[in-house]
């Protein structure tokens, strides 16, 4: 089918490469925040503004080409903090390759990452030390060779107690160094006249992030991306969605995962704050202190944010009259009068007050939380994108927000829909086929990878790996992943996500993972493992107390035998088991999908049985 782009809603500046990103944002928005964090969620807050963020940039990427390394890996691994966005930020803008690794790795996975990458410098934080350590032992011991030579804390005082003083448990080992050290030295130099870092000259086309996908599949592939993919995707973003000068948004997803770091070099563009989550138990509180004005997250976050609303709704006995005024508001925008966050400030105050817009990535999000946070005033937009376009795709907007879509693609960017010749109804106006897509913002391909890079790429043209559609409308819809895509015997085709959607629906039904299970017979069944709340089912049986395994079986099997009458017929669902135990997930909260699947099937195993046999029992009882 024809290719379908974008238009800009907003004006925006394009940049020529990270470095200008960056030194022109701090330039501009000196005076004001630019992050706001805490070294642990009992100290004091504490803020850097965009001159100080400037200056530790420019301080740390002198002291860097200080070293006279050449282009080499440098790597970044641990939690959020301002400390890794500025040594990001330093070695990208001295010209360098920057390496950013999942904080969640471990280490012998972390270890093959490095060797991979040959990364020469590793900067990580305190919560890494004891890893850290490990590894220079295996290295003087020979049983592992890497590349690094120096070992870089982000924040040596992270490693005090109440026993010792960070000095004290300091390794003697001259590979290891403290970054405000270095970044002292750098300052050192700048002071001395040394205008190497703002001098740099940085080819934007050549490849200067590697980027390791995430766990999902059996091998994490590198992908490299240039100066220019990013900052095409931040200019292409910042056409789209509306970020003011002194907006605060509120960072929770991991600094190493594209979606988050790209959208987070967008906001400080825009002189937005960075306001740094001090962990999942903290959301709420911080939501109440950083009052954020935006956000960038996943489903499963805010999904449990309005649980937690309507828990505390209930409470107060409000759910009739929270009732009636969303119907109320909702007949008063159509009418041209919007009074949402007059009507919900109490329930907004519980997320700080100034929220307006969230932007979900990584999975879809159930209907009724898009309308229930938009009927209290929050614009809740769904992105789409992948690692390997920079990342961002598309996005829903105030311009064309159509709930199921993913939005239309942002400015400059091109999509289209590889059609199955094969299929029956291929030119119909939701005909099903591999979303393509062409733009500034796709990588070069994968790091020493020719065979994987020449799979991905035809004509110019990216291969996503996810089914979907275009609507009328020029939004994307996604409908499933080809690699997840499961086969029956009679030649259908089944996507495992749309099924997951439905079964979600579900009253008590968190999540939901499907997979083709081969039966006795060697025939494929579709199977799902759904992940309960016991409270919730009760609720929805009308009980007082939660009801028993033998009443959630009971529950599930009259509501996913409706379920399945909403599918077609070869889609539904054979088997299922019921599981209170979290499934395997990346750290960005996307069930592994390989991962969960061997897990499910080596329990069956173990245990002696089949789906079949234990067909809507408790799985954590499985022996």
Same mark, same amino acid.
Request: proline share 3%; hydrophobic share 40%.
């Given at each position: 089918? %024809?290719?379908?782009?974008?238009?800009?809603?907003?004006?925006?500046?394009?940049?020529?490469?990270?470095?200008?990103?960056?030194?022109?944002?701090?330039?501009? #928005?000196?005076?004001?925040?630019?992050? /706001?964090?805490?070294?642990?969620?009992?100290?004091? =807050?504490?803020?850097?503004?965009?001159?100080?963020?400037?200056?530790?940039?420019?301080?740390?990427?002198?002291?860097?080409?200080?070293?006279?390394?050449?282009?080499?890996?440098?790597?970044?691994?641990?939690?959020?903090?301002?400390?890794?966005?500025?040594?990001?930020?330093?070695?990208?803008?001295?010209?360098?390759?920057?390496?950013?690794?999942?904080?969640?790795?471990?280490?012998?996975?972390?270890?093959?990452?490095?060797?991979?990458?040959?990364?020469?410098?590793?900067?990580?934080?305190?919560?890494?030390?004891?890893?850290?350590?490990?590894?220079?032992?295996?290295?003087?011991?020979?049983? /592992?060779?890497?590349?690094?030579?120096?070992?870089?804390?982000?924040?040596?005082?992270?490693?005090?107690?109440?026993?010792?003083?960070?000095?004290?448990?300091?390794?003697?080992?001259?590979?290891?160094?403290?970054?405000?050290?270095?970044?002292?030295?750098?300052?050192?130099?700048?002071?001395?006249?040394?205008?190497?870092?703002?001098?740099?000259?940085?080819?934007?086309?050549?490849?200067?992030?590697?980027?390791?996908?995430?766990?999902?599949?059996?091998?994490?592939?590198?992908?490299?991306?240039?100066?220019?993919?990013?900052?095409?995707?931040?200019?292409?973003?910042?056409?789209?969605?509306?970020?003011?000068?002194?907006?605060?948004?509120?960072?929770?997803?991991?600094?190493?995962?594209?979606?988050?770091?790209?959208?987070?070099?967008?906001?400080?563009?825009?002189?937005?704050?960075?306001?740094?989550?001090?962990?999942?138990?903290?959301?709420?509180?911080?939501?109440?202190?950083?009052?954020?004005?935006?956000?960038?997250?996943?489903?499963?976050?805010?999904?449990?944010?309005?649980?937690?609303?309507?828990?505390?709704?209930?409470?107060?006995?409000?759910?009739?009259?929270?009732?009636?005024?969303?119907?109320?508001?909702?007949?008063?925008?159509?009418?041209?009068?919007?009074?949402?966050?007059?009507?919900?400030?109490?329930?907004?105050?519980?997320?700080?007050? %100034?929220?307006?817009?969230?932007?979900?990535?990584?999975?879809?999000?159930?209907?009724?939380?898009?309308?229930?946070?938009?009927?209290?005033?929050?614009?809740?937009?769904?992105?789409?994108?992948?690692?390997?376009?920079?990342?961002?795709?598309?996005?829903?907007?105030?311009?064309?927000?159509?709930?199921?879509?993913?939005?239309?693609?942002?400015?400059? /960017?091109?999509?289209?829909?590889?059609?199955?010749?094969?299929?029956?109804?291929?030119?119909?106006?939701?005909?099903?086929?591999?979303?393509?897509?062409?733009?500034?913002?796709?990588?070069?391909?994968?790091?020493?990878?020719?065979?994987?890079?020449?799979?991905?790429?035809?004509?110019?043209?990216?291969?996503?790996?996810?089914?979907?559609? /275009?609507?009328?409308?020029?939004?994307?819809?996604?409908?499933?992943?080809?690699?997840?895509?499961?086969?029956?015997? %009679?030649?259908?085709?089944?996507?495992?996500?749309?099924?997951?959607?439905?079964?979600? =629906?579900?009253?008590?039904?968190?999540?939901?993972?499907?997979?083709?299970?081969? %039966?006795?017979?060697?025939?494929?069944?579709?199977?799902?493992?759904?992940?309960?709340?016991?409270?919730?089912?009760?609720?929805?049986?009308?009980?007082?107390?939660?009801?028993?395994?033998?009443?959630?079986?009971?529950?599930?099997?009259?509501?996913?035998?409706?379920?399945? #009458?909403?599918?077609?017929?070869?889609?539904?669902?054979?088997?299922?088991?019921?599981?209170?135990?979290?499934?395997?997930?990346?750290?960005?909260?996307?069930?592994?999908?390989?991962?969960?699947?061997?897990?499910?099937?080596?329990?069956?195993?173990?245990?002696?049985?089949?789906?079949?046999?234990?067909?809507?029992?408790?799985?954590?009882?499985?022996?």
């Amino acid at each position: 089918m %024809n290719p379908v782009t974008g238009s800009a809603i907003y004006k925006a500046n394009k940049a020529k490469d990270i470095h200008q990103l960056m030194a022109e944002a701090c330039a501009k #928005h000196s005076e004001v925040d630019a992050f /706001i964090f805490r070294r642990s969620p009992q100290t004091s =807050e504490i803020h850097r503004t965009f001159y100080e963020f400037g200056e530790d940039i420019k301080d740390f990427g002198t002291y860097l080409l200080s070293l006279g390394l050449g282009d080499v890996p440098v790597g970044v691994v641990g939690e959020n903090s301002y400390e890794w966005f500025v040594a990001y930020n330093a070695i990208l803008g001295s010209g360098l390759t920057g390496v950013p690794l999942d904080r969640a790795l471990p280490e012998d996975e972390l270890i093959q990452l490095l060797s991979r990458s040959k990364t020469k410098i590793l900067i990580y934080h305190h919560k890494h030390q004891k890893m850290m350590e490990s590894i220079a032992k295996k290295m003087d011991e020979g049983q /592992i060779d890497i590349c690094v030579e120096k070992f870089v804390i982000m924040y040596k005082e992270g490693l005090a107690s109440k026993k010792n003083t960070a000095d004290e448990v300091w390794p003697d080992d001259e590979r290891f160094f403290d970054f405000y050290d270095l970044t002292a030295e750098g300052a050192k130099l700048v002071a001395a006249g040394d205008t190497s870092y703002d001098e740099v000259v940085i080819d934007p086309k050549e490849p200067k992030i590697i980027l390791f996908t995430s766990g999902t599949t059996s091998m994490s592939k590198g992908v490299l991306l240039t100066h220019d993919n990013i900052v095409s995707n931040v200019f292409a973003i910042a056409q789209t969605l509306d970020v003011h000068k002194g907006d605060r948004a509120f960072s929770i997803l991991p600094l190493h995962h594209t979606f988050e770091n790209t959208c987070d070099f967008f906001i400080l563009s825009a002189g937005g704050c960075i306001c740094m989550c001090d962990g999942l138990r903290y959301i709420v509180k911080n939501y109440e202190e950083w009052k954020p004005d935006v956000c960038i997250s996943v489903p499963l976050l805010y999904e449990n944010i309005y649980s937690k609303l309507e828990d505390g709704i209930k409470a107060q006995g409000k759910e009739r009259t929270i009732e009636i005024a969303r119907f109320v508001t909702r007949f008063l925008r159509r009418c041209g009068l919007d009074l949402r966050r007059n009507v919900f400030k109490t329930v907004l105050d519980k997320l700080g007050g %100034n929220l307006r817009m969230v932007v979900i990535g990584g999975a879809g999000i159930d209907k009724k939380y898009i309308d229930a946070f938009t009927d209290l005033g929050i614009d809740m937009y769904m992105g789409y994108g992948l690692t390997e376009t920079s990342p961002v795709i598309s996005v829903t907007s105030e311009a064309c927000n159509v709930h199921g879509s993913v939005g239309r693609p942002l400015p400059g /960017i091109e999509v289209k829909i590889d059609l199955d010749p094969s299929t029956k109804k291929a030119r119909g106006p939701k005909a099903v086929g591999e979303i393509m897509t062409r733009s500034d913002c796709v990588m070069t391909g994968y790091y020493e990878n020719e065979e994987a890079t020449a799979e991905v790429f035809e004509d110019g043209w990216f291969r996503t790996g996810d089914m979907g559609y /275009i609507d009328k409308k020029g939004c994307i819809h996604i409908t499933g992943r080809v690699k997840s895509m499961i086969v029956l015997t %009679n030649g259908k085709k089944a996507f495992p996500e749309e099924i997951e959607a439905v079964l979600t =629906e579900i009253p008590g039904v968190a999540e939901a993972f499907v997979w083709g299970y081969s %039966n006795e017979r060697s025939a494929i069944d579709i199977c799902a493992k759904v992940l309960i709340n016991r409270k919730e089912i009760g609720r929805a049986l009308g009980d007082k107390v939660e009801p028993d395994d033998a009443a959630v079986e009971a529950y599930l099997n009259d509501r996913i035998n409706d379920a399945n #009458h909403q599918m077609p017929a070869y889609k539904y669902v054979h088997h299922y088991v019921f599981s209170e135990e979290e499934m395997i997930k990346t750290t960005t909260l996307k069930i592994k999908r390989p991962k969960e699947q061997e897990h499910i099937e080596s329990r069956l195993a173990a245990s002696g049985v089949t789906m079949r046999e234990v067909a809507g029992k408790n799985f954590d009882k499985l022996v």
